[in-house]
């Protein structure tokens, strides 16, 4: 079975950084794009940025230029560095991932569990 484990949270300052990281493992054949979402209190849960396995990344407008997502194909692993970050990205941040389990399967997404980012001073 697969599983995604998000690192890297925790309580930063106002401008401040942090890089979050999530890692896939299990049975696994192949993975496709690989995403990051985050949910605040009392808030749905909103796309922060994609990463496809071809094409362009893309970002919510909340953080572009603060933002950027990367991933390591060799690790299965996805990233998401935060600059200059704010009280308003204070959320619970999670990782997921459309892949692959053998070669007779469709791509689905699978989700991690999520890491807690506070921002406040």
């Known amino acids: 079975q697969v599983q995604l484990v998000e690192s890297g949270g925790g309580l930063v300052q106002p401008g401040g950084s942090l890089r979050l990281s999530c890692a896939a493992s299990g049975s696994i054949f192949s993975v496709n794009a690989m995403a990051w979402y985050r949910q605040a209190p009392g808030k749905q849960r909103d796309l922060v940025a994609t990463?496809?396995?071809?094409?362009?990344?893309n970002y919510a407008d909340s953080v572009k230029g603060r933002f950027t997502i990367s991933r390591d194909n060799a690790k299965n692993t996805v990233y998401l560095q935060m600059n200059s970050l704010k009280p308003e990205d204070t959320a619970d941040y999670y990782c997921t991932a459309a892949l692959q389990q053998s070669p007779r399967d469709a791509l689905r997404w699978y989700w991690g569990q999520g890491t807690q980012v506070t921002v406040s001073s």
């Open positions: 990463i496809p396995s071809g094409g362009s990344t």
